[in-house]
T-cell receptor, first 114, second 115 residues
Framework: AQSVTQPDIHITVSEGASLELRCNYS??????LFWYVQSPGQGLQLLLK??????LVQGIKGFEAEFKRSQSSFNLRKPSVHWSDAAEYFC????????????FGKGTTLSVSS | GAVVSQHPSRVICKSGTSVKIECRSL??????MFWYRQFPKQSLMLMAT?????????EQGVEKDKFLINHASLTLSTLTVTSAHPEDSSFYIC???????????FGEGSRLTVL
C-alpha cells in the first residue's frame, strides 16, 4: 500500500535560514509526488510536483524538492525562509494512473522565528 | 489548472441535523472527484471516491450511510453529513481528478461545526 512519512511534526527555523522538510514514501512503482502548503483555516496550495524526468523540481515561492529513488525520499528545500512561509506542509503521493487519489503524509508545521 | 469551488465555506449546525456540502468543477467535466476530511492539526484523510453516475467508493472506516455522496453530473458532487454530531466537526475538502495522469485540483474546503 502507498504511504507517506513526514518524520518531523514541527520545525522552527530562523528567518533567512535554509529549510529542509523531509518526506519518505512507500510505493511499489514510480510514484507521482507532491508538496502542498496550507495556511491556518485555508485550503491547499500546490508548491511543486514530480512526475518524471529531472529529479530536482522547482516550485513556487522559491521552493524546490529532490526525488531520490534510492532513498525513497522527496525532501522539500528553500535556501532562505521568510516569515510568511510559516504554515503546514504536506507531502503526498499518487499512482501514475489517472483518476487516483492523493495519499497525504501527516504534515510538518513550520514556524519561523525572527 | 481546473477551478474547483466548494460551498459553503463554513457551516454551523445543530446536532442531529443534516448538512450538504457542494463541490463544483467550474471549467471542465470531472468524472472523478474525491472527498477528504481533515481534523484540526492533522492530515487529510481520504473519505471516498466519487464517480459520476455510479455509487461512491468509501474508504475503510467511513460510514457510507452517514456521509452520503452524490455525483449526479460531471461538474457537481455533493457530500451530505446526515444526523450530524459534534464529532463530525471537521474540515472537508473535495478534489477533482484532471484530464491528465497525476493532476488533482482542490477546493478551498468547508469547515463544519456541529453544536
Amino acid at each position: 500500500a502507498q504511504s507517506v512519512t513526514q518524520p518531523d511534526i514541527h520545525i522552527t527555523v530562523s528567518e533567512g535560514a535554509s529549510l529542509e522538510l523531509r518526506c519518505n514514501y512507500s510505493y511499489g512503482a514510480t510514484p507521482y509526488l507532491f508538496w502542498y502548503v496550507q495556511s491556518p483555516g485555508q485550503g491547499l496550495q500546490l508548491l511543486l510536483k514530480y512526475f518524471s524526468g529531472d529529479t530536482l523540481v522547482q516550485g513556487i515561492k522559491g521552493f524546490e524538492a529532490e526525488f531520490k529513488r534510492s532513498q525513497s525520499s522527496f525532501n522539500l528545500r528553500k535556501p532562505s525562509v521568510h516569515w510568511s512561509d510559516a504554515a503546514e506542509y504536506f507531502c503526498a503521493v499518487a499512482s501514475n494512473q489517472a483518476g487516483t487519489a492523493l495519499i497525504f503524509g501527516k504534515g510538518t508545521t513550520l514556524s519561523v522565528s525572527s | 489548472g481546473a477551478v474547483v469551488s466548494q460551498h459553503p465555506s463554513r457551516v454551523i449546525c445543530k446536532s442531529g441535523t443534516s448538512v450538504k456540502i457542494e463541490c463544483r468543477s467550474l471549467d471542465f467535466q470531472a468524472t472523478t472527484m474525491f472527498w477528504y476530511r481533515q481534523f484540526p492539526k492533522q492530515s487529510l484523510m481520504l473519505m471516498a471516491t466519487s464517480n459520476e453516475g455510479s455509487k461512491a467508493t468509501y474508504e475503510q472506516g467511513v460510514e457510507k450511510d452517514k456521509f452520503l455522496i452524490n455525483h449526479a453530473s460531471l461538474t457537481l458532487s455533493t457530500l451530505t453529513v446526515t444526523s450530524a454530531h459534534p464529532e463530525d466537526s471537521s474540515f472537508y475538502i473535495c478534489s477533482v481528478s484532471g484530464l491528465h495522469t497525476g493532476e488533482l485540483f482542490f477546493g478551498e474546503g468547508s469547515r463544519l461545526t456541529v453544536l
